[in-house]
């Protein structure tokens, strides 16, 4: 079987990885009846690996660079949002302060693999 271009790429591997967490954390905004919250951070979330995805599915690398500074903008918003979360107590900061490395490291090889199609 035949692999999609994004299933071969590492920054979507980990884009996904980190949004199993942060749709656990989405859970917890659920539990807490606080349910736009948690759509926020799922969407938030989703766009971080979708944009890099369908960006891989462009002609052009200039086309594909500019889906990869979508993702590495949604990974912005997520980190604002988990401060949010952690202001109404839906999460921890200790919750917060493990997921920050994995998405600052995400961030910087989104922002490195887009420098590397120039």
């Known amino acids: 079987m035949e692999d999609f271009r994004f299933e071969q790429l590492d920054i979507w591997k980990e884009a996904n990885k980190i949004s ?9 905004a659920d539990e807490k009846r606080l349910y736009k919250f ?3 951070l799922r969407a938030a979330a989703m766009s971080i690996s979708n944009n890099i995805a369908e960006g891989s599915g462009s ?7 500019n889906f990869l500074n979508i993702s590495r903008r949604s990974v912005f918003e997520c980190a604002n949002i988990l401060h949010i979360f952690q202001r109404r107590k839906i999460i921890t900061s200790e919750e917060r302060i ?3 490395p994995e ?3 995400l961030s910087k090889k989104i922002t490195n693999f887009r420098k590397s199609l120039k």
């Open 20 to 28: 199993d967490i942060l749709f656990d954390y989405s859970d917890k």
């Open 38 to 40: 948690a759509e926020q």
């Open 59 to 65: 002609f052009s690398d200039k086309d594909f660079a």
């Open 98 to 100: 493990n997921i920050y």
């Open 103 to 105: 998405l600052i490291i």
